[in-house]
């Protein structure tokens, strides 16, 4: 049980110390987190307006689709992102394998299913009123369709955090897109399994309690901009 | 057509394949107001969705000042403001919520100011209600709010679904007195959708009575129900609650409607002679109303659990004593029955 004490003692030491090789990982971290979670929900949330907001013939079948997309395994995501960008891949010239946008892509792909999913259930589960009621004051279409995310906010804000949390702790897409490069591409959770692979259990603690706390750091804000509205 | 505000013609809306409403004309000029009235599923609230160009009509056109119009047309866009029965506000404070219509016209000017005029509208102490949430009304405060939220635009028509049902009595009367005031002011055109059809007969100038989806008239009509059951003499009876019996001619159905365009109102206790197809069924006057429009008297007699209405003049209610409370017959002849 020692080695979790020494986990605990050590991520204090790496967050004190400013180690570089922990905070560059963080940084990957966030970075690609914030890449994915950016066009996630930019295109995510239009998609789940629509899908919850609109009756269209096939709306259960696309609802019944995004639903099976919720449980797609991460390494899967990571093998087609692979495919796509090596070399012999169809985008193989985009030059994205082993590298953070890239790991963004993968990660893009596992967050979108589930902004849209929750969006569209936030959406669905309003008052039909409320469309009467914007129109009626005289909304357009656009107005119509921020004020009913805006009226959504809590239950897509919900939505946004539970991809962010996807994205994070993420492990399988990272390792097979990004290839666990030191300095460049390796994140929190690559570094993790790495310590682990090599026996250093207290620096994977360690680093696992790192990416409690920045978890920790956005719960506390979202719950404060919760408060505030 | 031009010189109505909204001129509706051949207007059929299907709802899950079903027909709920169908209009073959309708037209009603700019600054009145018409009260609509009809049975719960009648299409009341179907109509004013489509008036108010929240939905648009499975077929047939509403033109608006003599153009047609859709949904966010900007024929209408600014200028038709429905109220729904179950006011809806957003989550944001009272203010925020009246402010929002004046806010996406992007008319900043004097704001707050108006808000509280609006709000003073319909009774609401702005001090105490500007910055309170909208989770924290009451429901006749809620209504009153949804009604400053549209009375703040001045809008050229705004439609009340059942402005007044299921909320308190000093709600009911300043949202009746906003309402009329809007209309008195600004010439603004009131469409009302209600069960107080006292008081849409004190206030309208025109009344359209809805069933099943169609238009019947004035609203004076007496619509009963099927089914019909084969009686004696050939003629078709509904048993009511009582034990009493509306005869009717056989219907074309059993669950046809029948229709008693004109019934006559006498005391109970008066002697009269019955007439061959006359029919005679007894109950209580509920409500005396003044009509508008024409003048008249509208009588509601209660016979059994079904309210009839009847026209009435000042010298039959004086002479007769007519009163709420007073034992009635109710006449017709079985003759002038029409189905519906």
Redesign the interface.
């Given at each position: 049980m020692d080695f979790l004490l020494q986990g605990l003692l050590k991520a204090f030491e790496l967050l004190t110390t400013g180690d570089a090789e922990t905070f560059s990982a963080v940084y990957a971290t966030l970075i690609v987190s914030a890449y994915s979670l950016a066009v996630t929900l930019i295109t995510g949330l239009p998609l789940g307006f629509c899908l919850g907001y609109f009756d269209f013939t096939v709306k259960k079948q696309v609802r019944v689709m995004v639903d099976t997309l919720l449980s797609l395994p991460t390494v899967f995501i990571g093998l087609l992102v692979y495919a796509f960008f090596t070399n012999r891949g169809p985008l193989g010239e985009w030059g994205l394998l082993f590298t953070l946008p890239g790991i963004a892509v993968g990660l893009t792909i596992l967050a979108l299913p589930i902004v849209i999913a929750l969006s569209a259930t936030a959406i669905e589960s309003m008052?039909r009123?409320?469309?009467?009621?914007l129109?009626?004051?005289?909304?357009?279409?656009r107005?119509l369709f921020l004020?009913t995310l805006w009226?959504a906010r809590l239950s897509i804000l919900a939505a946004a955090l539970t991809a962010y949390g996807r994205v994070m702790t993420e492990v399988g897409i990272a390792m097979m897109v990004g290839g666990n490069i030191k300095w460049q591409t390796r994140t929190i959770t690559t570094a993790i399994a790495l310590e682990t692979n090599k026996g250093e259990f207290a620096m994977g603690i360690a680093l696992g309690l790192v990416l409690l706390l920045i978890a920790f750091g956005v719960n506390v804000s979202v719950s404060s901009l919760r408060k505030r509205y | 057509m031009g010189a109505f505000l909204y001129a509706i013609q051949d207007l059929t809306h299907v709802y899950r394949g079903k027909p709920v409403l169908r209009i073959d004309r309708l037209e009603i000029p700019a600054g009145c107001i018409v009260g609509v009235i009809g049975p719960n599923g009648s299409g009341k609230s179907t109509f004013l969705r489509l008036a108010g160009f929240v939905e648009k009509p499975t077929a047939g056109e509403i033109a608006y000042n003599g153009k047609p119009a859709v949904p966010f047309s900007s024929e209408v866009r600014h200028k038709v403001s429905l109220m729904s029965q179950e006011p809806f506000l957003m989550k944001r404070t009272v203010l925020n919520n009246v402010a929002y219509g004046l806010r996406i016209r992007n008319d900043l000017d004097r704001l707050e100011q108006r808000v509280h005029t609006a709000l003073a509208w319909v009774g609401l102490d702005a001090k105490e209600f500007a910055k309170r949430p909208s989770y924290a009304l009451s429901g006749g405060e809620a209504q009153r709010v949804a009604l400053a939220a549209r009375l703040i635009l001045k809008p050229e028509v705004l439609l009340l679904d059942e402005p007044t049902a299921s909320i308190d009595a000093l709600s009911a009367q300043l949202i009746k007195d906003a309402a009329l005031k809007a209309q008195r002011d600004w010439g603004t055109t009131l469409i009302i959708a209600s069960h107080d059809w006292q008081w849409l007969y004190g206030v309208c100038d025109r009344v359209v009575h809805l069933v099943r989806g169609r238009l019947m008239g004035s609203g004076r009509e007496n619509i009963i129900f099927g089914p019909w059951e084969p009686g004696e003499n050939g003629l078709w009876s509904k048993v009511l609650s009582d034990g009493q019996r509306i005869l009717v001619q056989k219907p074309p159905e059993a669950l046809s409607a029948a229709v008693i365009d004109h019934a006559f109102i006498v005391p109970a206790d008066q002697p009269f002679l019955d007439g061959e197809t006359q029919v005679r069924l007894t109950g209580l006057i509920t409500r005396l109303a003044l009509e508008k429009a024409s003048g008249d008297i509208v009588g509601s007699v209660l016979v059994a659990n079904i309210p009839f209405t009847a026209a009435l003049t000042e010298n039959q209610v004086l002479e007769n004593g007519l009163y709420p409370g007073r034992r009635v017959h109710l006449l017709y002849d079985v003759n002038s029955v029409r189905w519906f």
């Open positions: 008052d009123q409320l469309r009467v009621a129109i009626s004051l005289g909304a357009n279409r107005q004020s009226e | -």
